[in-house]
């Protein structure tokens, strides 16, 4: 509990929300606005400070809703603009903050002004709102330049002309049905302010900027460098990105800044900038730009102390530096969930691409096991943390979901060599039997593994040793005690230790044992909360703790 003068986002536990695997409500077999809003004593019980809810605009859902095509609306499938307000006052009702997702890199295909763009023709103000252009080659069947989407294949695609030729190429970083908005026009960067005070002014306390670090492009569009075989270079090795964190985005940020400042509740942004270097994040989350940003460093670090210590630690520095919270991520929606992460010999989270192969066995066991130590250490470490949905229940990334059910775009653009992010966007277990799991009254829209009712809430709930129950004592303890939150640390391992010790003023220290041999305990008064038992007195290998001292 921090200081009641320290801003709430600066020690807030943040509990994201991936709205379509959450609660159904209605029975489509997908979540909605009506199942959060049944589940807010949950949220309230469990002791988070806010959630982040993913886009719930109107969307063909081509990617999860990632793909907007109404900025200023509530998709049919999750509910209304009227039941959107009162999920907000109902959450606030309950003493939590809303977060909502908006993506400003891209628009859905379906969006009106995708539809004037195609209609209006080459050189048009209308295409300029996007990022269009003629292809390469003779009779421009080309795309005009080599840049690949995240999500596999060329970032171009081809329209046909209004009078049936073949046309201009548009760009996009994603997937086909997701283009690009030019942010060099001012009428894009207008639209946004506006679509920023839409939302504000409806009461919601942040926004989650998707992709913010991807807007700007470079002028001219000039081709990636590439190696000897002729593909992109990885971003690491390219110096001046055309596309990735490029300085301009931060006058943008600016301007978004000064839009928040206007509103008397004083809402919050939150980057998800995937970028090279923590001084890159900071520079997202200067005193006059975003408050936050997501530390995608920190579920890069594999599950070894002297990693963990240092990612805490460059963490720390850098975004002191700049007077702004650190903040700490385990999982989210795109990435490997992390009990089955760290149950893995290579524990450190790659996203997309970057994910091996062929990534080896997974023990669950011992997945969960330093998963559990893991909530330990993140909740005690200085600043904001996000839980992502299941991640209390201790849920395992779903690795076999049949083929021809998989969703994510990333299947098919990867010419079905990936499997894509489905795995941990499973819906939730709430009850111990059900069609599915009392999710909804019907079957969820992607299967779940048929022993998840003894995950589920209902389960969980009334057993003192469930991962629900270690995550609500944590949640409840970090709001209760004055050293948790905001803050400092200091550290009593040394920098090769497996042991992780620190303490926080006053009276608090964090023990983690990422070692294999079981270790005796410091000095303390009392022990407030263990991750596991102890072992005849020690504390055991990947087992976390908190000390009152
Ligand atoms: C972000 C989202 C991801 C989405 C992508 C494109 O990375 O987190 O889910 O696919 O942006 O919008």
């Known amino acids: 509990m921090s200081d009641p003068q320290t801003p709430w986002w600066r020690s807030a536990a943040i509990y994201q929300i991936y709205i379509r695997s959450f609660a159904d409500g209605t029975g489509t077999g997908v979540g909605d606005i009506r199942g959060m809003r049944s589940r807010l004593d949950y949220l309230r019980d469990l002791g988070v400070d806010a959630v982040w809810i ?85 009779s421009g069947d080309s795309p005009p330049n080599n840049w690949n989407s995240v999500f596999g294949g060329p970032a171009w695609t081809r329209i046909t002309e209004r009078d049936g030729t073949p046309g201009e190429w548009y760009l996009h970083l994603f997937d086909s049905s997701q283009p690009d908005l030019n942010w060099n026009n001012e009428e894009v960067r207008a639209e946004f302010d506006d679509i920023l005070r839409f939302w504000f002014g409806r009461g919601v306390d942040g926004i989650r900027i998707d992709v913010a670090n991807g807007l700007v492009k470079a002028a001219g569009l000039p081709d990636l460098p590439t190696d000897a075989d002729g593909s992109p270079l990885e971003p690491s090795e390219i110096a001046d990105h055309p596309y990735l964190d490029r300085d301009g985005v931060h006058e943008i940020y600016r301007r978004w800044r000064k839009i928040a400042d206007e509103f008397d509740h004083r809402p ?145 653009r990867s010419g079905h060599t990936q499997r894509g992010r489905d795995g941990c966007r499973v819906p939730l277990p709430w009850l111990a039997s059900g069609p599915s799991f009392g999710f909804g009254v019907g079957r969820a829209w992607l299967p779940q593994p048929a022993d998840w009712g003894r995950l589920s809430v209902q389960v969980q709930r009334d057993d003192p040793r469930s991962t629900l129950a270690l995550y609500r004592e944590a949640l409840r303890l970090r709001r209760e005690l004055p050293a948790l939150g905001n803050g400092a640390m200091t550290w009593l391992s040394q920098t090769d230790d497996d042991l992780l010790v620190f303490t926080r003023e006053p009276e608090f220290m964090c023990v983690v044992n990422l070692g294999t041999a079981a270790v005796p305990l410091p000095d303390h008064w009392r022990m407030l909360l263990i991750s596991n038992p102890l072992d005849e007195g020690l504390l055991p290998p990947d087992t976390a703790t908190w000390l009152v001292v």
Do not use: C, K
């Open 54 to 138: 993913t886009p719930w605009y109107p969307s063909p859902m081509r990617d999860g809703g990632y793909d907007v095509s109404d900025y200023r609306d509530i998709a049919e499938l999750f509910g209304t603009l009227a039941e959107a307000e009162r999920f907000i006052a109902d959450a606030h009702a309950h003493g939590l903050r809303v977060i909502i997702d908006i993506v400003p890199n891209h628009t859905s295909l379906r969006h009106e002004w995708f539809a004037a763009a195609r209609a209006a023709g080459p050189g048009s103000p209308e295409r300029d709102r996007y990022i269009f252009r003629p292809g390469r080659g003779p």
């Open 268 to 412: 919050v942004f939150v980057a998800e900038a995937w970028v090279e270097s923590l001084e890159r994040l900071a520079a997202y989350v200067r005193p006059d730009e975003l408050h936050t940003a997501f530390n995608f460093g920190y579920l890069r670090t594999p599950w070894s102390a002297p990693e963990l210590r240092e990612t805490i630690d460059a963490t720390i520095a850098a975004m002191s530096a700049v007077g702004a919270p650190a903040t700490w991520v385990l999982s989210n929606h795109d990435v490997e969930r992390h009990v089955t992460r760290y149950g893995r010999a290579e524990t450190a989270a790659g996203i997309g691409a970057s994910r091996p192969d062929d990534p080896g066995p997974v023990d669950v066991e011992l997945g969960l096991r330093r998963a559990r130590a893991a909530a330990l250490l993140m909740l005690a470490l200085p600043g904001s943390a996000y839980v992502y949905q299941g991640e209390e229940l201790g849920l395992p990334e779903v690795l076999d979901i049949p083929e021809n059910m998989l969703q994510d775009p990333v299947w098919v």
